[in-house]
């Protein structure tokens, strides 16, 4: 089955050596071996392979150096280093510096195991994503599962949810607040053949406080803690050959961060209160809403444990950031409440009311024009929505409409670019030009703002 994947293995020690290539010939691999990195350098010249496994201290050319002359020459080997526990800092540097991933010796035949699976289905994605993109190059899909959204950034997502479904990639999925993370999760679920039957089980990680979160997730054993008056099984173990969906992924306390560090590189955990082992078989779906990055650096998020979540990242761009959804959007809301409310019919929604949400910025993302539109459409007294059923804040919204109504053709790119201007201007004169404090007004950076006012020819405005 595996026999015509290559893997070298690179050690200084014979007997490590020829027993991590005993594991892999054991699992249908073709193997070759090296005793140092020069000498791997040499055989890869004659016989690329796909995988190299190598120790990080060796002689003449250590680990490090190898993988950075193998990426510089073969990017598309990947390269996993085995290192003693001293040496763990070093192989997370060297992550960064694209090794795929690191082990720590002795090794553990079943944790590499999973590693090199895992690169194969990582290679076998890249494979098929551009086998789809080719496919659907024409295509251009206004819906996916129950998300909505034709702008070229949620195309993307489709597609890279339907290279990753089928295999066992852990997914993380990363974006601000009401942007659709769990459509998202949703829909890698019930894309992937082998595990749409099978339990999709959500945990809001954020909801719940440290103690009843590690309850809640690997379950418990009488008598563990007070309230533990009987067995309760964890979330991990009821999800057993389907999805688990862990939203808002950096409220884990760095106790709990080391036990979903083990169910990731072994999918083994303890219950609560317990010390047998129990091993599950799920596909992890992690999402957040924080820059995870800057955790790491406050020491709130360990690095090691977001490269095993960061293995298939999809980042969600927010509203502001495809603003040609949203008449898509509205219309699936008007259809949706008229669905819903089987005695009323909402047929349009006006130009000027229209204008309006193309103008605003949206915060709070799809969640948020879902809320406003469905209090429109509880406000609105006939058939279609009006100036007058938005919230205040939004009627009071500078939009300029003289464009639109000249009867000339107008591109949607235009007209945000018009809207974003009048926005920017009005900003600058509520704050009197204090660009910071636009930046806030506005919910972006002072480095957007300075983008967008560089690019309307408007940096002569403000401080």
């Known amino acids: 089955m595996n026999k015509n994947k290559y893997i070298l293995v690179v050690d200084d020690e014979p007997l490590t050596r020829e027993s991590l290539c005993e594991i892999l010939r054991i699992e249908g691999y073709k193997v070759n071996q090296a005793s140092d990195g020069e000498e791997a350098l040499e055989l890869i ?16 050319v250590d680990g490090l150096t190898l993988l950075r002359k193998v990426k510089l020459k073969y990017p598309d080997i990947a390269v996993v280093l085995s290192t003693g526990y001293g040496s763990i800092e070093t192989a997370v540097k060297a992550m960064k510096e694209g090794a795929f991933d690191y082990v720590t010796k002795p090794i553990i035949d079943n944790e590499i195991k999973i590693i090199i699976q895992r690169i194969y289905n990582q290679k076998l994605i890249i494979d098929e994503n551009i086998e789809l993109k080719q496919r659907l190059a024409l295509n251009n899909r206004t819906t996916f599962h129950k998300i909505i959204g034709q702008n070229q950034g949620m195309q993307r997502i489709y597609n890279l949810i339907e290279s990753v479904a089928p295999t066992n990639a852990t997914v993380l999925i990363q974006g601000e607040s009401g942007t659709g993370k769990r459509l998202i999760a949703h829909a890698l679920h019930h894309s992937d053949d082998n595990r749409k039957d099978k339990p999709f089980v959500e945990v809001s990680c954020g909801a719940l406080p440290e103690n009843l979160l590690e309850s809640e997730l690997f379950g418990h054993v009488k008598g563990s803690f007070t309230s533990a008056v009987k067995d309760r099984k964890g979330r ?56 995870l990055k800057k955790l790491i650096e406050q020491k709130l998020f360990r690095e090691d444990l977001y490269y095993r979540l960061h293995v298939i990242p999809i980042d969600v761009p927010p509203l502001r950031e495809r603003k040609d959804d949203i008449g898509l959007l509205v219309e699936y809301f008007l259809e949706e409440f008229s669905k819903k409310n089987k005695n009323r019919k909402f047929d349009k929604i006006s130009e000027e009311a229209k204008n309006i949400l193309f103008s ?18 509880i406000l609105c007294k006939g058939n279609s929505i009006e100036k007058e059923d938005f919230p205040d804040f939004l009627q009071e919204l500078q939009v300029p409409t003289s464009v639109l109504k000249q009867g000339k053709k107008l591109y949607l790119k235009e007209a945000l670019k018009i809207s974003e201007v009048a926005i920017i201007k009005d900003a600058l004169n509520q704050c009197r030009g204090n660009r910071k404090k636009v930046s806030e007004l506005l919910g972006i950076n002072r480095t957007t703002l300075y983008n967008k006012m560089k690019e309307f020819k408007m940096l002569d405005f403000g401080e």
Do not use: C
């Open 45 to 60: 010249k004659k016989n690329r392979p796909e995988i190299i496994v190598t120790d990080l201290k060796m002689p003449k």
């Open 236 to 291: 991990f173990e009821t999800a057993n050959g389907g999805t688990i969906f862990l939203d808002e992924i950096d409220a884990f306390s760095p106790q709990l961060q080391v036990k979903l560090l083990k169910v990731l590189q072994e999918g083994d955990f303890e219950m609560v209160g317990d010390s047998k082992t129990l091993h599950v078989d799920v596909r992890v779906i992690a999402a957040t809403n924080q820059n």
């Open 360 to 377: 605003y910025n949206w915060p709070g993302n799809v969640r948020e024009l879902e809320n406003i539109m469905e209090r429109a459409m």
